[in-house]
């Protein structure tokens, strides 16, 4: 459903100028609250007098329901593109408010697990990507007509009291919001209504979890003034302990949210809405949710691994080994993190709508809004030991603010057709943070350093003072990045009529975008080590205070010894290697171009029940600005164009919705890490003589990515008192040309150098991966969702629903390391309760992943992040 519609919705109560057809009432009850209360919402439409038990055993029509991807009220069997609804009273049932519950409701769409920062969604395939804050995602979120242009905006939020959720598969953009390369969800929710309304949810969880919502709202000023106010607090344990600090768990949830919503109605014409909702900044852990595992001996050419940076070794050096109360079968057999804090998220945001009916019939829309973030994140290596402190994480400050206006003309012509500008501008402040502390300089001594440091009480103090207290901005991809966005559109997409069955729309935007970024790596603090500049670059006086200071009153930095003199190179190399590249202030190429994106999609009705369609979507992601060891190294814009041919029927006297596509994508300069030259290593290389040539991951194009599939989704309400719903996908998403991917862990070895034409290059710094599947995208994909609910009484049912989300094994990793890949999975979630058909009051019993499902979330060679277990809860629901 369109906002201008819903905004008429709202009004119905107050001013009887707008009705709903009843069917449409009905179905669209039917399929996105449930079979008991959609069937009673039927029977109150068509026939005011029946009794609940009636309307139960009735098999409505349902392709009267309605969708709004397009901005318009239309019947979802007339829409022209490959489109997936998902109700938010579907979520509500079982308990599901994430963004990952979402995507286990609609066909091939992913949610691709990380941190609060890096988690990201993909459609068919496309998005599993590294997330960084100078790149645009590639599946667009939307959320009451605000487009969101940063991942982490959806990856730590619930949505409660959510209307509808709409995916729309393919480029996106020529008719509302930021431009998206690869599909959309757009998340509807509730309006105000001039009807009063209080409905409230209160779920007690396994772990010591409370989820309480509370949606209040109705008439301030009868047809003029309307709110709705929605709260939420969501707060569990998580399954896994940190041995370390057990009230730490993994992951935990902690999440309070308001929103406020105004309607204001002055006349028949113009109505306008106000939104502002907010997230009060608080922790999740989600880095460290891992189980070590011992790391494989050999790499994948049979060669041995020298596990010179293992756990296993440096645990078994004496300056840790001591500490018999840990050791390498801790390591293995739990979490334990002593510097680890839960990664801290919070958000604000505000819009308002403005619609504007013209005498001429059109609809003038404006779309303001405002949106911040904030992450921070502090990590630690895994041990009890004092290696990093307050260290290893991002502190991310980014804001958003844009405009869009938009007409719309009526329709019902031989021509209707919508057209806008839409501007955005964003800004983000990101420091990288990494801290060490007294244990770090033995931790990450190669062997040979370690061997020389730990021979002598000095050489002990050196390689503690090497890192102890240190902190840098440090260099990944940047130390601090200043980045700013700034993109402007028009677009426009028309629907010519040409016949009474026949349809063609065509749509076009252009795109200007303008993207810089400033990026510095430097010292914050230079810790206890501060002395050991002063052997090389010190001045007599600072060398022989250096020596005195390590080795002994009286000392001189002439009297040291050989063995001496290396004892300070190697505590100077630990220091050097670890903080890494540092650089200036430095401004990276900025990425400024126009970007058109284009759809055209006939479609025709072979019957009043069956309509089948083309079309071809064209859409291009902006490129990115960024640095790369303090050198910019820009990626280039990827474009995407799309081919589908879909069908879309209602079938067995309309109880049976059942579309399909197939689809053929083309991506060029597919967005991901890359391995390319280290153009600063290089020149250092050369600095000093040597012509070794260095390579680094940096985020880049792979040339050539093909996506091509088969999806289908349905909705079936021919069994009485039962709704079924259902949507598969079979897709293959492939490299045709990547020549440069990165080597998977198991071909670390591969770094026996060869002279090229006067330059020595590793043997094989990169790989061609050309046919292999892209990470995150498993070939099939199916969801089946079933509600069924039985009469006990005159006002009362019981009821049952479920889902089950199955994919079958894919890979983890963008190296595609043999490693990661995790096998097949079924996940299913059951409701059983009880209620009034009124909705007044329901209680349900909620198991999620109730066969307890132990396919982990993603692997590595040497770690697992385990699956979430089994969890059960009770859940009351009610209205006021």
């Known amino acids: 459903m369109s906002r201008s519609f819903l905004r008429l919705q709202q009004q119905e109560h107050a001013k009887t100028r707008f009705t709903i057809a009843p069917v449409a009432a009905a179905i669209i009850a039917l399929t996105m609250t449930g079979a008991s209360n959609a069937q009673s919402a039927a029977a109150a439409a068509a026939a005011p007098a029946a009794s609940s038990a009636e309307a139960a055993n009735e098999a409505p029509a349902l392709d009267a329901v309605t969708v709004h991807s397009r901005n318009r009220i239309e019947r979802l069997q007339d829409v022209p593109i490959s489109v997936s609804v998902t109700t938010g009273a579907e979520l509500a049932r079982l308990d599901a408010y994430g963004v990952d519950a979402i995507a286990k409701r609609a066909a091939n769409v992913s949610w691709n697990q990380g941190n609060q920062r890096t988690s990201s969604l993909s459609i068919r395939g496309i998005g ?23 991942n982490a905006l959806t990856s730590s939020f619930d949505f409660v009291d959510v209307d509808t959720v709409e995916v729309a598969r393919g480029p996106q953009g020529t008719l509302q919001g930021k431009n998206a390369s690869v599909g959309s969800i757009t998340i509807n929710y509730k309006r105000p209504s001039f009807t009063p309304t209080a409905d409230y949810t209160l779920a007690f969880e396994k772990n010591n979890g409370v989820l309480g919502v509370a949606a209040i709202g109705g008439p301030v000023i009868d047809n003029l003034l309307a709110w709705r106010g929605t709260f939420s607090v969501d707060r569990q344990q998580g399954p896994r302990a940190n041995a370390y600090n057990r009230d730490q768990t993994y992951t935990n949830t902690d999440r309070v949210s308001g929103r406020v919503q105004l309607l204001l109605t002055p006349s028949d014409d113009f109505s306008a809405r106000l939104e502002g909702d907010v ?111 307050n260290s290893g994480g991002f502190w991310n400050d980014y804001h ?47 062997n040979s350093q370690y061997s020389t440091l730990a021979a002598t009480p000095a050489g002990q103090l050196l390689m503690e003072d090497s890192l102890a207290n240190a902190s840098t901005a440090y260099n990944s991809p940047a130390g601090k990045q200043t980045i700013e966005n700034k993109s402007g559109a028009a677009f426009a997409q028309a629907n010519w009529h040409l016949t009474s069955d026949f349809t063609l729309t065509t749509g076009a935007r252009l795109t200007h975008e303008n993207r810089t970024n400033v990026s510095s790596s430097y010292v914050i603090n230079p810790g206890d080590g501060v002395d050991l500049a002063n052997f090389s670059t010190g001045t007599t006086a600072q060398r022989d205070a250096a020596a005195a200071k390590y080795f002994g009153p009286g000392r001189t930095y002439a009297s040291l010894t050989t063995a001496e003199l290396a004892q300070v190179s190697a505590a100077q190399a630990i220091r050097k290697a670890n903080f890494g590249v540092l650089f200036p202030s430095t401004a990276a190429k900025p990425y400024r171009a126009n970007q058109p994106a284009f759809v055209l999609s006939p479609s025709l009705k072979l019957t009043p029940d069956i309509t089948t369609y083309a079309s071809y979507q064209h859409g291009e992601k902006a490129g990115i600005a960024q640095l790369v060891n303090g050198i910019s190294t820009p990626a280039a814009a990827e474009k995407t164009n799309s081919f589908e041919l879909g069908l879309k029927s209602a079938l067995l006297d309309k109880t049976l919705i059942l579309n399909a596509d197939i689809f053929d994508t083309l991506i060029h300069n597919y967005q991901q890490a890359v391995q390319v030259v280290d153009q600063y290593t290089t020149a250092l290389n050369q600095a000093a003589g ?87 995208a498993p070939r099939f ?62 209680v349900s019993v909620i198991v999620k992943n109730l066969f307890n499902n132990e396919t982990p979330q993603a692997r590595t060679w040497n770690s697992v992040t385990p699956a979430n277990p089994r969890t059960w809860g009770i859940q009351f629901t009610g209205r006021l």
């Open 128 to 150: 599993k990507i590294g997330q960084t804050e100078a790149q645009d995602p590639s599946v667009g979120v939307i959320v009451d007509g605000v487009s969101y242009a940063y």
């Open 279 to 389: 997230q009060p900044r608080a922790g999740e852990t989600t880095n460290g949710n891992t189980i070590n595992t011992p790391t494989p001996a050999k790499y994948a050419d049979g060669a041995a691994n020298p596990l010179t940076t293992d756990a296993s070794t440096r645990l078994a050096r004496s300056w840790f080994a001591n500490n018999t109360g840990y050791s390498l079968a801790s390591w293995y057999g739990a979490i334990n993190n002593d510097a680890q804090h839960a990664l801290v998220t919070g958000s604000n945001g505000a819009s308002t709508e403005l619609d504007w009916k013209l005498a001429s019939g059109h609809t003038l829309t404006s779309i303001t809004a405002w949106r911040s973030y904030h992450f921070d994140a502090v990590n630690d290596e895994g041990t009890p030991f004092d290696v990093y402190r």
């Open 400 to 446: 958003q603010a844009s405009q869009e206006l938009r007409i719309s003309s009526p329709t019902g012509g031989f021509v209707d057709y919508q057209a806008g500008l839409y501007f955005i501008k964003v800004n983000i402040s990101a420091t990288y943070n990494r801290s060490w502390g007294n244990d770090a300089g033995a931790w990450f001594a190669s």
């Open 690 to 776: 040597s012509n070794v040539v260095a390579y680094t991951s940096a985020t880049g194009n792979a040339p050539k990515v093909g996506v091509s599939g088969l999806e289908v989704d349905g909705v079936y309400a021919g069994i009485p008192r039962t709704t079924l719903r259902f949507s598969g996908a079979y897709n293959r998403a492939v490299y045709k040309d990547f020549p440069n991917s990165a080597q998977p862990v198991e071909n670390g070895d591969l770094t026996a150098a060869s002279t090229v034409t006067g330059f020595v290059h590793p043997a094989e710094p990169y790989r061609s991966v050309n046919g292999k599947t892209l990470a995150g």
């Open 781 to 842: 994909t199916f969801n089946v969702g079933a509600d069924y609910a039985q009469p006990v009484s005159a006002d009362k049912d019981a009821h049952v629903s479920a889902n089950l989300a199955y994919s079958t094994s894919y890979n983890t990793d963008v190296a595609l390391s043999k490693y990661a890949v995790v096998g097949a999975q079924a996940l299913v979630d059951l409701a059983v309760g009880a209620g009034k058909h009124d909705k007044s009051f329901d």
